[in-house]
C-alpha cells in the first residue's frame, strides 16, 4: 500500500494526472487542479497518496496536505462518493472550507460541485456531519466552552490531525475571544495552516 511519494515531477497532464518519478519509477496520479498547478516539472515534489484498490485497477490519488488526504478518506467511505466525486469536491473547496459548509449546512455551497445537485448536497450534508462529527454551530454548545473545545477536538481527530497537532493548535486558541465552537473551530484550522506553512 503506498502511501506517500517523494521524487521528481516529469509530467502534468490536462485531465489531473501528474506523472511523478520515484527511484527510476513513474507513477501516474491524479491531482487536484490545485495541486496539479503547483507541480513543476523536473522540481522535486512530495505527495501524500491514496493508493485506491479495486479488482480491475490500481490508482493512485496524491493530495499537498495530509489534511486532503484526511478529508478524501472520509469523503469516498459516504455513502454514494466515489473517488471521482471526490476529487471534485475537494477540487471545489478545501477540507478547512468543507468543514464550515457542513458545519453550517450550506446546501448551495455543496451544489457548486459539478454533478452535485440540491437533493444529492442535502444527502451529504447529512452524512458528513455525521463522519466528520462536526459540532453544531448555530448555538452555544451545552456545557459552556469545555463541551465547545471537545467537540471541535473531535472534528479535528475524525479530519485526519494527531492529538499532538490538536492539542498544540487549541492552546493557541484565545478562548476569551472565541467562544462558539464554529470560532474556536477556525481559529484552530488557521493555526494548523499556520505551523504547516511555517
Known sequence: ???????????????????VEVGGVGYL??????????????????????????EDAQTLYGFLQRDERAA??????????????????????????????????????????????????ERLLVELKNRLDVPVFDEPAHGGESSSISDV???LLGLGYTDSEVRDALREVDTSQHVHAADILRSALANLGARRAG
Open 1 to 19: 500500500m503506498i502511501g506517500s511519494l517523494r521524487g521528481t515531477v516529469v509530467e502534468r497532464m490536462p485531465d489531473g494526472l501528474a506523472l
Open 29 to 54: 496520479v491524479h491531482v487536484t487542479p490545485r495541486t496539479l498547478a503547483e507541480l513543476e516539472p523536473t522540481s522535486p515534489a512530495f505527495l501524500y497518496v491514496h493508493h485506491h484498490i479495486r
Open 72 to 121: 478524501f478518506g472520509i469523503l469516498i467511505a459516504t455513502h454514494g462518493i466515489g473517488p471521482a466525486m471526490a476529487m471534485s469536491i475537494l477540487s471545489t473547496h478545501a477540507p478547512r472550507a468543507l468543514v464550515d459548509i457542513v458545519a453550517s449546512s450550506d446546501i448551495s455551497a455543496l451544489t457548486l460541485v459539478p454533478g452535485v445537485g440540491k437533493k444529492t448536497a
Open 153 to 155: 477536538r473531535t472534528a
